[in-house]
């Protein structure tokens, strides 16, 4: 509003003095319409390869708004992506625009395409909603400052942002919605998580949609399918994307329209190299959480929760190791910058479990039972370990087997996952919000919420504490400390770059 009086303060106050006439909102727009004073507005910061992926779901519900994006990069064509061409069909699909970009190739991302998908599917289907150009910057801090009257942000950056900019909009009164990690350090998803509890606004963590198959699972196990869980081990086709051997020795110019300085953030200064960005900065101890903070928030998520897990007592991660040749002699290489190309992870709990996770390739032993079942080995998978039984399952619980005396059969064989997840699918996008959409219009907590996410993230922290210890490590948890291995704690927090300190 050009006053500069924002929209929820002059709806609040232009309330209290009476001053509304009350007309049926059907008479304004028609059924299913929602007027413009009621959506949620959002700012959309990070505009890369899966913001575009997830952006038609946003789009479609009409209680939602996108009103501002942020991206260091102003629009570029090199992003990574995981089939050719599959981001620009998607917004071509969006858009209704066979050939959008027609004679572009590479995969496109930036703010400027980010604002440019906006614009035209909100002028080509929300004409009547006093439809205004979306705004774009590079700065989140710039957008924060000036897009006041916005209500959420989605947080989509590379990981080392997340915690930055989660705090920095729920301390201007933000409600936040974000994908996973919530952080890459044990310090930075804490901080989230209590300013959330500090300001009491909603939030929504992406990953809790995805965990519906491992949910049912965890409801059998409860009811004493399998008697007392005893371990569970998750396994993942991640990484996805290069784990380099080394940090680059080169220093190619930065492209035009990129900020640098604005994509690393708080992290230290360094020459920029396209090796750390888009995607691939998963595979960096600095600006990623690796294979687990990429797909084990997603599938062990629901295991944290229903089983009450809380914080590990302690992991030990074991890894693979490049060598190298120097004068003739070939040595082990040290490697405190990048995460290895596979690893295994065993978590403790006080509870008595044990958590076993695995990536790269590597895959739990099967019990003799499964293993003489000559199951196929799903991509991504899960085992549950009971003292009566095993369950053993497909990424998010697709078709799980059980396995219990001697006979093994499905655990749902009057309603596998499959068709939970066909119905899932066939859900219009309104529908699949409303898990968050309430609660960031006052009503009831998200299940998403970030109070929710406290044991996993400080499971997907801690391996990575162990991985780049290279030993066992056991948390004090209410201290936040490593009690075995002193030198290990100062990978539970960040060296920041001054003016980004948290």
């Known amino acids: 509003m050009a006053s500069g009086i924002d929209r929820r303060a002059f709806v609040s106050s232009a309330a209290a003095g009476g001053v509304f006439s009350i007309v049926p909102r059907p008479v304004l727009g ?28 946003l789009l479609a519900d009409p209680a939602i708004q996108i009103v501002a994006v942020c991206d260091p990069n102003r629009s570029t064509n090199d992003y990574v992506e995981w089939g050719k061409g599959s981001i620009r069909n998607t917004i071509r699909r969006i858009l209704d625009k066979p050939n959008w970009q027609a004679n572009e190739t590479g995969c496109p991302g930036g703010r400027d395409i980010g604002k440019e998908v906006i614009d035209a599917y909100y002028a080509n289907q929300r004409g009547k909603d006093q439809f205004r150009a979306v705004n774009a910057y590079a700065d989140f801090r710039e957008l924060l400052e000036k897009e006041r009257d916005i209500d959420a942000v989605k947080v989509m950056t590379p990981d080392h942002l997340h915690a930055t900019v989660a705090v920095a909009a729920m301390k201007k009164g933000k409600h936040v919605m974000m994908h996973k990690p919530l952080a890459n350090r044990m310090f930075e998803a804490r901080l989230v998580i209590e300013t959330a509890r500090k300001t009491r606004l909603a939030t929504h963590f992406l990953p809790y949609g995805a965990g519906e198959g491992n949910r049912r699972i965890a409801a059998r196990i409860k009811e004493g ?18 784990q380099y051997t080394e940090i680059p020795k080169e220093t ?28 691939v900065f998963r595979g960096w101890y600095e600006f990623g959480g690796g294979s687990m903070a990429d797909m084990g928030i997603y599938s062990l998520w629901p295991v944290f929760t229903e089983f009450n897990l809380g914080t590990p007592s302690s992991a030990h991660a074991w890894a693979t190791h490049t060598n190298m040749i120097e004068e003739q002699v070939s040595k082990r290489r040290k490697n405190d910058f990048a995460f290895p190309a596979a690893c295994t992870i065993h978590f403790t709990f006080a509870s008595g479990l044990h958590l076993f996770w695995y990536d790269g390739g590597m895959k739990p032993r099967l019990p003799e039972e499964l293993d003489a079942a000559n199951l196929d080995w799903p991509i991504e998978g899960i085992l549950f370990v009971g003292d009566q039984g ?22 749902f064989p009057n309603d596998p996952p499959s068709a939970t997840e066909r119905r899932r699918a066939g859900e219009d996008p309104s529908a699949r919000n409303a898990v968050w959409r309430a609660s960031f219009q006052g009503g009831p907590a998200s299940p998403g919420s970030f109070l929710n996410a406290s044991g996993i993230s400080d499971a997907v922290t801690l391996g990575t504490v162990s991985l780049r210890a290279g030993k066992k490590v056991v948390l004090d948890s209410e201290k936040m400390k490593i009690t075995n291995a002193p030198e290990a704690n100062q990978y539970l927090v960040r060296e920041y770059r001054k003016g980004w300190e948290l």
């Not at 413009?36 to 390869?49: E, L």
């Not at 913001?51 to 038609?56: K, Q």
């Open 30 to 57: 028609g059924a299913g319409y929602v007027a413009p004073s009621d959506k949620i507005t959002f700012a959309h910061i990070g505009m890369g390869t899966q913001s575009f992926t997830e952006l038609a779901g």
């Open 225 to 242: 399918v399998i008697g007392n869980l005893r371990e569970v081990h998750n396994w993942s086709n991640r990484p996805v994307w290069p």
């Open 252 to 279: 190619p110019p930065i492209p035009p329209g990129f900020d640098w300085d604005l994509w690393l953030g708080p992290s230290l200064e360094r020459p920029y190299h396209p090796n750390y960005t888009h995607a």
């Open 390 to 411: 095993k369950i053993f399952a497909g990424f998010n619980g697709q078709e799980p087997q059980l396995a219990m005396k001697g006979k093994i059969g499905p655990l």
